[in-house]
């Protein structure tokens, strides 16, 4: 099992800016694809961005052009770089280690118009 613990989390003006980190424990971080889900009040988690062992990447298409994942294995952490926020990216963040299937705790991420 991974450990993984999720920072940045916040309140933000629309069009502002957040950084949400997820630091993992463990020598898999690096074999496994990682993913950043939110949860809306109300509403089923959905899958924002993924990023492959080897760098690719991948959005979901309202966040695409704002957000950008990254992956730094010397310190086993994945970033998600939010970006011009808008109120209905508001909801809570979980990472996701694919290979393990093991999630952090989640970070608040709250958008005011």
């Known amino acids: 099992q991974v450990q993984l613990v999720e920072s940045g989390g916040g309140l933000v003006q629309a069009g502002g800016s957040l950084r949400l980190s997820c630091a993992a424990s463990g020598t898999s971080f690096s074999i496994s694809t990682m993913d950043w889900y939110r949860q809306a009040p109300g509403k089923q988690r959905e899958l924002v961005a993924t990023?492959?062992?080897?760098?690719?990447?991948n959005y979901a298409d309202s966040v695409k052009g704002r957000f950008t994942i990254a992956r730094d294995n010397a310190k086993n952490t994945v970033y998600l770089q939010m970006n011009s926020l808008k109120p209905e990216d508001t909801a809570v963040y979980y990472c996701h280690h694919v290979w393990s299937n093991s999630w952090g705790q989640g970070t608040q991420v709250t958008v005011s118009s």
């Open positions: 990023i492959t062992r080897a760098g690719s990447t």
